[in-house]
């Protein structure tokens, strides 16, 4: 559930740690494109270059874009990778305090595409009903037979943005610890937090587990039908936009849309695995009738990739929230990085709420962060070392090629 946080509640949640907010840094927008249709490439590795420095390692988004802040103004050397693609290369400079657009495209190989598999052909309805039909945790993922319960670790940073001046005015970041059992059960525990800045609204902590719930002020609410009801092909309008190859395996995309727009509802895109009919992820926000119900509220958006472990699979890696008023915009993005499956867990952790904020974590000092810092990319290293060597480790093999359809 999302939630949004008036001032006064912020500010008693969260007190103030003082981090220093600069301009001395940049950021990169890029876009990854197949250079014959002009499809966006999501999956796709971008690696940036610079003298001296060791090189970081990307992967785009479902939409085929990536955002990377805290860059070093200069020069830089930005390269795309996707399998059955040329690399893309261009160097660009990198100005202090801008952000940077950049659109790569990259061309098709066409000896490599010849092997890719023949994709059954089935509408979007089809493949909405079926993802239905499935046992899932809300939108968070598919449920499976072989999974029972998982642990998993997280990092959240959240901003707000004054939409007149475009000024970061405020930002926190906070670690979690979560931990699932089926059917439904779900606890986050936030494990540090800092923060600085002046609060002008804010993101509750933690993954949400469906975009079409949340609270303003203290006031819940709930969008009904909404695009994965039981109910939901007599309400919305779903097309199939594309269909992305990985590996052996297809992931479509669908457009959504109210049948009614005058009703409250959601709509953007949602994915779908096609060997075993997973949500692979979402882009969802809410329509014009649903923010009428949300006083104060101008827009509300949730997007989630997941990405496939262990071959098998598909759970949450990313979750952006987003929530503006009139003046203000809150975004909080949180990034699972490990996944610890079928393991212990004692019954009284799913006794408590389901966001639980530790007595310890408002008083973290520098070594728990920099230690937290450290594991966070201990975690990733492997990963983004073979992704160098164009080797992807066997839980991102079906991840790292494919081409739009």
């Known amino acids: ?78 390269q795309a990778r996707r399998q059955g693609y040329a690399p893309s290369d261009t160097t660009l400079v990198l100005s202090r305090g801008l952000i940077s657009t950049l659109e790569l495209s990259l061309l098709p190989i066409p000896i490599l595409l010849r092997e890719e598999t023949t994709v059954q052909d089935i509408s979007a309805p089809d493949l909405i009903r079926l993802l239905i039909a499935n046992t899932r945790f809300e939108y968070l993922h598919t449920g499976y037979a072989n999974m029972d319960t998982y642990a998993f670790d997280a ?84 097309e199939r936009i594309s269909t992305v190859q990985v590996g052996d395996l297809h992931v479509s995309r669908i457009g959504v849309s109210p049948r009614h727009g005058h009703k409250p509802g959601l709509l953007g895109d949602l994915w779908i695995a096609r060997d075993d009919f997973s949500l692979v992820g979402y882009d969802l926000r809410l329509n014009f009738p649903a923010l009428l119900q949300l006083r104060g509220i101008d827009h509300w958006q949730v997007y989630q990739q997941n990405t496939r472990y262990l071959n098998e699979y598909w759970l949450p890696a990313r979750q952006i929230c987003t929530i503006k008023t009139r003046d203000y915009t809150a975004q909080a993005t949180t990034r699972c990085y490990r996944y610890d499956l079928n393991t212990d867990l004692p019954p009284a952790i799913f006794e408590a709420p389901e966001i639980v904020i530790l007595p310890e974590a408002t008083t973290r000092d520098s070594t728990f962060w920099a230690a937290h810092t450290a594991d966070r990319d201990t975690a990733h290293i492997r990963m983004k070392s073979e992704l160098l060597q164009g080797n992807l480790p066997a839980a991102w093999q079906k991840l790292g090629s494919g081409r739009n359809q």
Not at 39 to 66: K, M
Request: charged residues 20%; aromatic residues 10%.
């Open 1 to 78: 559930m999302i939630r949004f946080l008036p001032l006064f509640f912020s500010v008693f949640l969260w007190p103030s740690i003082s981090l220093a907010q600069t301009d001395s840094t940049s950021v990169l927008d890029a876009q990854c494109r197949d250079a014959d249709t002009g499809a966006s490439l999501p999956y796709a590795t971008v690696v940036i270059r610079r003298a001296g420095e060791f090189p970081r390692v990307h992967i785009t988004d479902l939409h085929g874009r990536i955002e990377i802040d805290g860059l070093v103004p200069g020069i830089a050397h930005v």
């Open 155 to 238: 990092y959240s940073s959240q901003k707000v943005i004054n939409r007149k001046t475009e000024e970061v005015v405020a930002g926190i970041e906070y670690t979690i610890k979560g931990y699932y059992q089926p059917p439904d059960s779900l606890a986050q525990h936030i494990t540090g937090i800092r923060n600085w800045g002046k609060w002008r609204l804010s993101v509750s902590p933690g993954l949400t587990q469906s975009p079409a719930r949340g609270i303003v002020d203290d006031k819940s609410f709930e969008i009904a039908p909404h695009p994965l009801s039981s109910d939901a092909l007599e309400h919305y309008h779903y």
